[in-house]
């Protein structure tokens, strides 16, 4: 397993801390419509501060582009964060996210102290990872936390180049527990270990699905992607999403399973509308025989007691993609019957970020499951084998 430090192994009291969270929460008029993200990564602040460090808080929020925009302040945060915490998060407000306001505060702090710094995004080399950048973030600390897991896949000042300059990195709470269940599940498996690949694009999903014809037992395929695949062996599919690019990709896949006993499930049925909404005729039909004019929107109810009868002995079970576009209610039985069978299953469920956590989530089905990452590309690039940088960044054990 990803040997890495946490912040189990360090001794912070009276030491400076910077930690970098994932605080890119959703706001709309400067209210914060969802607070997982903050709730997640209350363990590892709460362990500082018990621990007497002086911590230090630092996240980005959504795309500002290397400027300071009001609309993307971490303001918000640092208020509602001071609530969860029950102690006063000190907001840092510098448009260059070091300046005199965070040095001052900084200097300031007692041991158990928090402050929060403005996003990290205002800089532009923030995303460059250029070193300016990461030596004033370390000139603010003796200890650097990555506890953001929602950005390990990217090489950034506030994740991996602050590093360079800090003799201490250590993971988090959450990214320990990301590593342990992504990594585990992918490398040293309880088998049958079943994968459940739904979403739009075999395209984004590539490595994915060549990643774990080589490790798992049963590989599920749902959701747009399914077309190509359909097609590729000859089906008839209307209207519905094709990647042409992709035909003679999707038959090496079906052979390399074959090749490596890998039980290959595709949809046998679908629902299929005549036009892309809510409201549209729909029919099931057989997944191989869609009618000119007509798009397959979700999987049939012949495929979804296929799909949870798969999941039913598995020990294992990761799922990435919904089955179907389950932002419409008509066509979000097949995600719903994913959802159910997961939280039915003795496995360790691992939903993989993005659109199935939030799939998840909606459906209620969210706390039966294992575990949920909190990062959708991230936990991609885990799934893909890659290293991700700001997991490689942190000190070995």
């Given amino acids: 397993m990803l040997n890495k430090k946490t912040v189990d192994d360090i001794n912070v009291k009276g030491k400076r801390v910077l930690v970098r969270c994932d605080f890119n929460v959703p706001l709309i008029d400067g209210k914060i419509t969802d607070e997982n993200r903050l709730v997640a990564a209350l363990p590892t602040i709460k362990k500082l501060i018990n621990d007497g460090g002086k911590v230090i808080l630092c996240s980005h929020l959504g795309k500002p582009k290397g400027e300071a925009k009001k609309d993307l302040s971490l303001a918000p945060v640092a208020a509602r964060l001071s609530e969860l915490l029950g102690q006063e998060v000190v907001f840092a407000a510098d448009d260059n996210v070091v300046g005199e306001h965070a040095k001052e505060a900084v200097a300031n702090m007692k041991d158990g102290d928090v402050v929060l710094l403005e996003n ?77 690949l739904g979403g739009a694009k075999v395209s984004s999903k590539i490595s994915v699905i060549e990643n774990l014809l080589d490790k798992v037992d049963t ?81 049939g109810p012949e495929t979804e007691k296929i799909f949870a009868d798969a999941v039913k002995d598995a020990k294992t079970v990761v799922w990435n993609g919904p089955m179907g576009t389950f932002e419409m209610p008509n066509f979000a039985s097949g995600t719903k019957a ?39 590309g991230a936990s991609l690039e885990f799934l893909e084998g890659k290293e991700l940088p700001g997991v490689a960044a942190a000190n070995n054990k």
């Fill in 120 to 196: 990290t995004r205002f800089r532009p080399e923030e995303t460059k990872n250029e070193d300016a950048f990461s030596k004033d973030l370390a000139s603010l600390c003796d200890i650097f936390v990555n506890d953001a897991f929602g950005t390990a896949h990217r090489a950034h000042c506030s994740n991996v180049g602050v590093t360079k300059f800090v003799d201490t990195a250590v993971v988090g709470y959450l990214m320990e527990k990301e590593i342990a269940f992504l990594g585990n599940a992918v490398n040293d498996p309880k088998r049958p270990f079943v994968a459940i």
């Fill in 219 to 299: 590989l599920i395929i749902g959701g747009g992607m399914m077309f190509t695949f359909i097609k590729a062996m000859g089906g008839q599919i209307g209207k519905s999403l094709l990647e042409e690019d992709y035909l003679d990709y999707a038959l090496k896949m079906i052979d390399k399973a074959k090749e490596k006993n890998v039980n290959l499930l595709l949809p046998v049925d679908v629902v299929i509308a005549d036009d892309f909404s809510n409201d549209a005729n729909r029919q099931t039909v057989k997944a191989d025989a869609i009618p000119d004019g007509w798009m397959g929107l979700d999987i």
């Fill in 338 to 376: 994913v959802a159910k069978a997961l939280a039915n299953t003795d496995a360790t469920t691992i939903i993989g970020g993005g659109d199935s956590a939030a799939a998840v989530n909606q459906l209620g089905f969210g706390d039966k499951m294992t575990h949920i990452s909190t990062g959708g």
